[in-house]
T-cell receptor, first 112, second 112 residues
Framework: QKEVEQNSGPLSVPEGAIASLNCTYS??????FFWYRQYSGKSPELIMF????GDKEDGRFTAQLNKASQYVSLLIRDSQPSDSATYLC????????????FGTGTRLLVSP | DTEVTQTPKHLVMGMTNKKSLKCEQH?????MYWYKQKAKKPPELMFV???????INESVPSRFSPECPNSSLLNLHLHALQPEDSALYLC???????????FGSGTQLSVL
């Protein structure tokens, strides 16, 4: 059974802190990894994607990928209350043509 | 134009009704998707269209019937739904094999 796993949270951090969100996946051959943010009652919004081992930075967001350990993480620096949302990790399976599978999501709460 | 447009935003239907959900994108993407999302759960893949042909059907009941009239449009025809089909239905499009998906705002469906 191919799986994408995340801690459901909530992960609570104070404003200005670094939020660290983690995700593990079971398909070792997977090549493409994505982070989506979803506010309550809204649709998922793509915020980061990463294909290669290492770090990828975009503004306050950093995605980290370690294919050997099969995990991908998202760091949010200088967290703001507006970052409070559910963060969904998503993976395209190596054998699943354009099949994007989501983890269960981690709820992030940033307190002022 | 980087939007995926879904209509209607809200839909209430009885179990004997026939209705359709519509989705439109003008990003030139050749892959389009239907996902279903229940409250506090991740999106679940239903269908994938690639170059206007159905490429993935995740064993969805026949009361859901997808249609892709052209590369910009995607419909989901609904008939004889059950109350447990009440959910947020999300349309998405993607520009490439390893590309992330861009979601529309969704249709919140209630089946009475």
């Amino acid at each position: 059974q191919k799986e994408v796993e995340q801690n459901s949270g909530p992960l609570s951090v104070p404003e200005g802190a670094i939020a660290s969100l983690n995700c593990t996946y079971s398909d070792r051959g997977s090549q493409s990894f994505f982070w989506y943010r979803q506010y309550s009652g809204k649709s998922p919004e793509l915020i980061m994607f990463i294909y290669s081992n290492g770090d990828k930075e975009d503004g306050r967001f950093t995605a980290q990928l370690n294919k050997a350990s099969q995990y991908v993480s998202l760091l949010i620096r200088d967290s703001q209350p507006s970052d409070s949302a559910t963060y969904l990790c998503a993976v395209i399976w190596a054998t699943g043509f354009q099949k994007l599978v989501f983890g269960t999501g981690t709820r992030l709460l940033v307190s002022p | 134009d980087t939007e995926v447009t879904q209509t209607p935003k809200h839909l209430v239907m009885g179990m004997t009704n026939k209705k359709s959900l519509k989705c439109e994108q003008h990003m030139g993407h050749r892959a389009m998707y239907w996902y279903k999302q229940k409250a506090k759960k991740p999106p679940e893949l239903m269908f994938v269209y690639s170059y206007e042909k159905l490429s993935i059907n995740e064993s969805v009941p026949s009361r859901f019937s997808p249609e892709c009239p052209n590369s910009s449009l995607l419909n989901l025809h609904l008939h004889a739904l059950q109350p447990e089909d009440s959910a947020l239905y999300l349309c998405a499009s993607s520009g490439g094999l390893n590309g992330g998906l861009f979601f529309g705002s969704g249709t919140q469906l209630s089946v009475l």
